[in-house]
Structures are given as C-alpha cells and as structure tokens.
C-alpha cells in the first residue's frame, strides 16, 4: 500500500516516512514496540538516521524517502 502526504504529496511505503502521515499506528519494524505513532524514532534508529528534509525536518535513512533530503554530518 502506498501513502500521500497531506503537505507536500510525496509517495512513500509506509506512513512514517511522510512529513504529514496519515495517522495509523501500527508496530515499529525497527525495534518492535507496539503501537506506535507514524513518527516513532527509536534510539537505535535515531543514530542510523543519514540524510534531514530541508522542507519539513525529517530524518531518514534514505533520501528517497524525504521531500528535499540533505546529508546529515558526522
């Protein structure tokens, strides 16, 4: 299934990958926890995070999976 963004119509697999999800919860395929909000960010997930939004500020691992992505330093 794939999600829009409310803000920005970026396209993505999973609604957390969106600056404006849709609002699901569902369980966090990273760490496991239940429940979780579209924005979950786990400790472990935080620090794999590479690449920031300069749109909405965002963090992933992917640029593709961010609507304007930028490096993030290390």
């Not at 966090?28 to 620090?47: N, S």
């Not at 992917?62 to 290390?74: A, R, T, Y």
């Amino acid at each position: 299934m794939e999600y829009t963004c409310k803000t920005c119509g970026a396209i993505a697999e999973e609604p957390g990958h969106l600056c404006n999800p849709c609002g699901d919860k569902g369980a966090c395929t990273f760490c496991g926890d239940q429940d979780v909000e579209p924005t979950h960010m786990c400790q472990d997930k935080l620090a794999a995070m590479k690449f920031v939004c300069a749109e909405c500020g965002r963090v992933a691992m992917k640029e593709d999976h961010l609507c304007q992505p930028s490096s993030i330093p290390s």
